[in-house]
């Protein structure tokens, strides 16, 4: 294959790139060679002639699949704070396109706001180069939602009575998607009976507000309910529009979980250890925590960022881990992901093992402790949920039916880690859920597609909060 060359990508879809790259030890040319192979196998062989052409409310507009957002800056002095707002936003990870009427071109430049949002600004809704096509009803519709910022009493006044008689009101009048306003004015204008009307009228018509905010005014000595919301305040609640927040069905729960492998020292530079990469693991920590759990993630040595909001605990060896785990308890789901290491070495070498003429040193193995059936066995503090895992080769839900009966646990993720499999480490798993209820050996067997590893652990914790909540 040829090299590849690859050019106008998003800033943040080129950071990701260049992240999971990192995290999978290729190049970033590699990479992307990995992720068109894996696009190709599923795309279908051919396309639907049923298939609208038109983009379904609510998904992505932009071909990074990032979510998209029109901005319309009015004619106010709080313009100058649109240009901060486009750099929130774009920390969000939201493509901004932005619209200035012919006041706001008194307070800033199109040449700044095209700096900021890497994108071309509109002006006019006599542009003959975007008009050919009605560009107004595309800047209206190729998005994910409609900012006003600032939304001054002209602009809230058209809206209200239906004017079109430029692109921005244009935008509006044409708009099949969310509109959020952050209204900007003089305190006597918002208190104006008109201006209390027009927004009064915005908000049955389903018309979204942030602000305004109290404080001093650009006029000297004027001060009031009137100034535009701050830039992180309307970030937010775009955001919070365009991704609202999830379910929180482990709210209150907590929710252990390990990953990882563990090494298990044989001298002071040597130690037994296997491939996990605790990819599974730190997954389903970060999907715990989105449900609303208090995560506590007891990890091996891995190369990992730590997921954000989860308490973690490092560890080396299996008798590390099994210390902490049970530290950690009571919980109320207990995840046993790791790969803990069945063996070490009987007695670790003080100094470094040295090649002598006798040969190869002898090392006696020992079994470590089992966590996942020290814990499912416990008397008092096991949690009312224990899920293990069963790394197979071979004969994969028959080994994992007996793991599941033999260490007393509730359920076991079985996955086939086979090298042609490219599990370990990879970023993808084929699992199979293995449930069973009480101490009967009557266990259903769940097969689950090909999916990435975070998809495994969102619908885990999908069927565990199913699960919490039937024994509640």
């Known amino acids: 294959m040829a090299n590849l060359t690859i050019r106008k990508l998003d800033d943040a879809v080129r950071d990701e790139l260049r992240l999971r790259a ?19 196998t599923r795309l279908p062989s051919e396309v639907p002639a049923t298939v609208s052409a038109q983009r379904p409310h609510g998904l ?7 979510a998209r957002l029109t901005l319309i800056i009015g004619g106010g002095i709080a313009a100058y704070k649109a240009l901060d707002l486009i750099r929130r936003l774009k920390e969000r990870r939201i493509e901004v396109r932005c619209v200035l009427t012919k006041a706001a071109q008194q307070f800033v430049t199109p040449l700044a706001a095209s700096a900021l949002s890497h994108e071309r600004v509109y002006t006019d809704l006599f542009d003959a180069e975007s008009e050919f096509d ?35 009101s244009a935008i509006l009048l044409a708009a099949n998607r969310p509109i959020l306003l952050a209204p900007a004015m003089n305190p006597l ?21 942030v602000g305004p905010n109290a404080g001093e005014m650009a006029e000297a000595g004027e001060a009031g309910v009137g100034r535009m919301a701050e830039p992180t305040e309307i970030a937010a609640a775009a955001e919070h529009i365009l991704r609202p927040p999830q379910p929180r069905p482990l709210a209150g729960k907590r929710v252990l979980i390990t990953a990882g492998p563990t090494h298990e020292a044989i001298d002071p530079v040597r130690y037994i250890a296997n491939r996990s990469s605790g990819k599974q693991g730190f997954a389903i920590a970060t999907a715990a925590r989105s449900a609303g759990a208090e995560v506590v993630l007891v990890s091996g040595p891995v190369d990992l960022a730590e997921p954000a909001g989860v308490s973690v605990i490092s560890v080396e060896s299996a008798r590390d881990m099994l210390h902490r785990v049970e530290a950690a308890l009571p919980v109320d789901v207990a995840i046993f992901a790791a790969a803990v290491a069945d063996w070490r070495v009987a007695n670790e070498g003080e100094q470094k093992l040295k090649k002598t003429a006798a040969g190869v040193p002898s090392l006696q193995l020992v079994e470590n402790p089992d966590i996942l059936a020290t814990i499912s066995k416990l008397k008092d503090k096991r949690p ?60 259903s067997v769940d097969s689950w597609p090909v999916m990435t590893k975070e998809q495994v652990a969102t619908e885990l914790v999908a069927r565990i909060a199913g699960a919490v909540e039937t024994k509640s």
């Not at 290729?26 to 992720?35: A, G, T």
């Not at 519709?141 to 004017?163: F, N, S, W, Y």
């Not at 918002?190 to 915005?202: C, E, G, K, S």
């Not at 069963?390 to 076991?412: P, S, Y």
């Open 22 to 40: 990192a995290r999978s030890g290729r190049s970033v040319e590699d990479e992307v060679r990995v992720i068109l192979g894996e696009a190709v």
């Open 60 to 66: 992505p507009a932009s071909a990074s699949g990032l």
């Open 134 to 168: 009605a560009g107004h009803i595309r800047l209206a519709r190729e998005c994910d939602l409609i900012v006003v910022a600032p939304a001054t009493a002209d602009l809230i006044a058209k809206m209200a009575h239906g004017h079109a008689d430029d692109l921005a």
């Open 189 to 209: 204008m918002w208190n104006n009976a008109a201006t209390r009307r027009n927004v009064l009228q915005l908000r049955r018509d389903g018309i979204l507000t």
């Open 384 to 443: 009312p949920l224990v899920i293990g895992f069963a790394a197979e080769t071979e004969h994969l839900i028959e080994n994992a039916k007996a793991k599941i009966v033999r260490k007393g646990c509730d359920w076991i993720v079985a996955n086939d880690v086979s090298p042609t499999t490219g599990v370990m480490g990879g970023d993808r798993n084929t699992v199979h859920l293995l449930t069973r209820e009480g101490e009967g050996e009557d266990i």
